[in-house]
């Protein structure tokens, strides 16, 4: 468990990787709390599919009904951009979803005309970009935040490059864990699921 001041002075990476229906919401939900209580943080980026928002929302209510969550989401862009300034402004959550991310990803990425840097980014079904070339991964490696969390009940659904892409975007072993996969048998990069081990 991080110290205080290494929270201070690192930049912290994290995958939750529990099945669905383990309380991966809960758990991060528990983690910003203390965080925001702790005065540690004051911005969180959290970006989902559009079908989650609904229950992110009402678990903040039940859970932090103190803390400022705010969408930025919808039709209406003035609406979304005073959610968004007013977070960026007085401190808080703006929840996303990977479409507005991938159309929007500047605006999230800047205010009144500067780069802004959100204390944490955390992405809900991380698997959606589990494909580094696609826009949507590309808007994801474009904000500026100190510190990531990716939610994934399928870290690995295909093949080793996925997950890799995974932790690449966290900046784990950005090079050492990418050569290493280049490098591989082919035979090894097989589905992890398949009850079998590699061919020989």
Known sequence: EPTIEAHKTSKLWGVLADDMGLGKTIQ???????MYDSELIRHTLLVMPTSLIT???????????GMRVKEFHGSSKAERTRSLERVQR????IITTYTMLMNNWQQLASYQGKEFCWDYMVLDEAHKIKNSTTKTAKSAYAIPSRNRILLTGTPVQ?????MWTLFDFLK?????????LNLAPLNLQIPCFNNHAPPP
């Open 28 to 34: 991060i939900i528990s983690f910003l709390s203390g």
């Open 90 to 93: 007085r401190g808080g959550v």
């Open 55 to 65: 229950n992110w929302v009402k678990e903040f209510t039940k859970w932090t009904p």
């Open 172 to 180: 784990f072993c950005q090079s050492g864990l990418k050569n290493v």
């Open 158 to 162: 295909n093949n080793l490059r996925e």
